[in-house]
């Protein structure tokens, strides 16, 4: 996995902005432009490793590859707090700070098409996601935007109730995951 991380995030796009060298790209982006980019690289990098130590520390035997895209419990704490698609936010993120470093054409156009395959994928997984979940995970749409975070609210009596309980229905399968392979 993070080999993957790596090539989709560093690699493909250096790669891109090379294709660019041979048209005969624009003169590179001003420094203050690729400084920029990098701490664009930098929060994304940052993100995107938060919200995988997030999985691995709620999955019940660390974060094992499975073929599902989504994982069988449901997460509230760390970035997911936030943003309900921490992972690709970042992603994101790294790709808009390489398309700032590199001033590609190429790169930004690689930058569309991360975000469009993320844009497209995140509505089946969260059909898939409300499905396995059910009412917890609507109250979890409703309380956390997509991409964009938001200064939290402080959330009601009910509100507290309800994420305690689901909490607690999550934190119990867990538990019994993690029984299950000791």
């Given at each position: 996995?993070?080999l993957g991380?790596?090539?989709?995030?560093?690699?493909?796009?250096r790669?891109?902005s090379?294709?660019?060298?041979?048209?005969?790209?624009?003169?590179?982006?001003?420094?203050?432009?690729r400084?920029a980019g990098?701490?664009m690289?930098?929060?994304?990098?940052?993100?995107?490793?938060?919200?995988v130590?997030?999985?691995?520390?709620?999955?019940?035997r660390?974060?094992?590859?499975?073929?599902?895209?989504?994982?069988g419990?449901?997460?509230r704490?760390?970035?997911?707090?936030w943003?309900?698609n921490?992972?690709?936010a970042?992603?994101?993120?790294v790709?808009?700070?390489?398309?700032?470093?590199?001033a590609?054409?190429?790169v930004?156009?690689?930058l569309?098409?991360?975000?469009?395959?993320?844009?497209?994928?995140?509505?089946?997984?969260?059909?898939?996601?409300?499905e396995?979940?059910?009412?917890d995970?609507?109250?979890?749409?409703?309380?956390?935007?997509r991409?964009?975070?938001?200064?939290?609210?402080?959330?009601?009596?009910?509100?507290?109730?309800?994420?305690r309980?689901?909490?607690?229905?999550?934190?119990?399968?867990?538990?019994?995951?993690?029984e299950?392979?000791?």
């Open positions: 996995m993070t991380l790596v090539g989709l995030n560093a690699v493909v796009p790669e891109l090379r294709l660019g060298d041979r048209a005969g790209r624009p003169a590179p982006a001003p420094p203050a432009a400084g990098l701490l690289v930098a929060a994304g990098g940052a993100l995107t490793a938060w919200t130590a997030t999985h691995y520390q709620a999955a019940p660390g974060w094992a590859l499975e073929a599902a895209p989504t994982p419990y449901l997460l704490s760390g970035p997911y707090r943003i309900r921490p992972m690709y970042g992603e994101v993120t790709w808009l700070g390489w398309a700032l470093f590199y590609s054409p190429a930004w156009a690689g569309g098409v991360v975000s469009a395959a993320f844009a497209a994928l995140v509505p089946s997984e969260e059909r898939w996601l409300l396995r979940f059910g009412e995970y609507r109250a979890y749409l409703a309380d956390v935007p991409w964009v975070p938001r200064a939290p609210r402080r959330p009601r009596p009910a509100d507290r109730r309800r994420f309980a689901a909490r607690d229905r999550n934190q119990q399968g867990v538990a019994m995951e993690k299950h392979y000791r």
